[in-house]
């Protein structure tokens, strides 16, 4: 147990040197959209990787595999110009509790919202007021607002976009927007997002996170939720108040890779 505020600092900056480099990438769910050079493909991927990012990597990696090469893997383009019939190929896709229903919904979604946007991004900016503590919160809120606003959206696929309205710590989204708005020279994060800064981003809080966290006495919260995920959050601020999530990397990887605090 490290107690001294700046060795834990150090301890973490050192981690993360260790974790965020390009070797990460390829057992790990972000390999997905790396796959992808055009920015609507980086999105989509990216986001459907997140989402289905539970479970063993290998497996959730194979599955994003799968999906997109139903899409052809071009996943932009399928979304943009598939006919009905084309859609046929999903009825047997299935990842967990991600069933077919669920896949096609995200289709139709995406098909609507890039027939009229050019990027994902602004579906998250669709609120008042960007430069706020409570920025991320309030957009996870109005983005699963937006994402289920159809009224034909499935009940059941509700689970799988997580709300902090539900106090969820909304792991994968929050994830999702680490690789879209984080940039550095290591090559891992895309930082391809302009208008969100990496400042008001809070912290992926998976079950390993929060095992080293809560050790390290980053976290006190025992429950797994929004509030959870804030309270790690600003105690990270208080190392890098400009990017506090990257030290995501540190955290995953001595929990992950090293099994740290078991």
Same mark, same amino acid.
């Given at each position: 147990?490290?107690?001294?505020?700046?060795?834990?600092? /150090?301890?973490?900056?050192?981690?993360?040197?260790?974790?965020?480099? #390009?070797?990460?990438?390829?057992?790990? #769910?972000?390999?997905?959209?790396?796959? %992808?050079?055009?920015?609507?493909?980086?999105?989509?991927?990216g986001f459907i990787a997140a989402i289905l990012a539970w479970g063993q990597r290998v497996t959730i990696i194979n599955k994003c595999k799968e999906l997109f090469a139903?899409?052809?893997?071009? #996943?932009?383009?399928?979304?943009?110009?598939?006919?009905?019939?084309?859609?046929?190929? %999903?009825?047997?896709?299935?990842?967990?509790?991600?069933?077919?229903?669920?896949?096609?919904?995200?289709?139709?979604?995406?098909?609507?919202?890039?027939?009229?946007?050019?990027?994902?991004?602004?579906?998250?900016?669709?609120?008042?007021?960007?430069?706020?503590?409570?920025?991320?919160?309030?957009?996870?809120?109005?983005?699963?607002?937006?994402?289920?606003?159809?009224?034909?959206?499935?009940?059941?696929?509700?689970?799988?976009?997580?709300? #902090? !309205?539900?106090?969820?710590?909304?792991?994968?989204?929050?994830?999702?927007?680490?690789?879209?708005?984080?940039?550095? /020279?290591?090559?891992v994060d895309f930082g391809i997002w302009k208008n969100i800064n990496p400042a008001v981003?809070?912290?992926?809080? /998976?079950?390993?996170?929060?095992?080293?966290?809560?050790?390290?006495?980053?976290?006190?919260?025992?429950?797994?939720?929004?509030? !959870?995920?804030?309270?790690?959050?600003?105690?990270?601020? !208080? %190392?890098?108040?400009?990017?506090?999530?990257?030290?995501?990397?540190?955290? %995953?990887?001595?929990?992950?890779?090293?099994?740290? !605090?078991?």
């Amino acid at each position: 147990m490290i107690n001294d505020k700046t060795e834990l600092k /150090d301890f973490l900056d050192h981690k993360v040197e260790v974790y965020n480099q #390009p070797d990460f990438i390829e057992l790990d #769910p972000i390999s997905i959209p790396h796959q %992808f050079t055009k920015q609507q493909d980086i999105e989509i991927s990216g986001f459907i990787a997140a989402i289905l990012a539970w479970g063993q990597r290998v497996t959730i990696i194979n599955k994003c595999k799968e999906l997109f090469a139903l899409m052809d893997n071009a #996943p932009h383009d399928f979304i943009l110009n598939h006919q009905e019939s084309d859609l046929k190929r %999903f009825l047997n896709f299935k990842h967990r509790t991600f069933n077919p229903t669920d896949t096609l919904y995200f289709i139709h979604f995406f098909q609507q919202y890039y027939q009229k946007h050019q990027s994902l991004e602004e579906a998250f900016l669709n609120w008042e007021g960007l430069i706020n503590e409570d920025f991320i919160k309030n957009s996870l809120i109005k983005f699963h607002q937006f994402f289920f606003s159809d009224e034909n959206a499935p009940q059941r696929t509700r689970k799988h976009i997580a709300t #902090p !309205a539900r106090n969820s710590a909304c792991k994968r989204i929050n994830m999702f927007l680490r690789w879209m708005v984080r940039k550095d /020279d290591k090559g891992v994060d895309f930082g391809i997002w302009k208008n969100i800064n990496p400042a008001v981003l809070i912290c992926p809080c /998976d079950v390993h996170v929060e095992r080293v966290a809560r050790y390290l006495g980053l976290m006190q919260r025992t429950k797994a939720d929004w509030k !959870a995920a804030e309270e790690l959050t600003e105690a990270l601020r !208080a %190392f890098d108040p400009s990017d506090p999530v990257r030290y995501d990397f540190a955290l %995953f990887g001595l929990g992950v890779v090293e099994n740290y !605090a078991k």
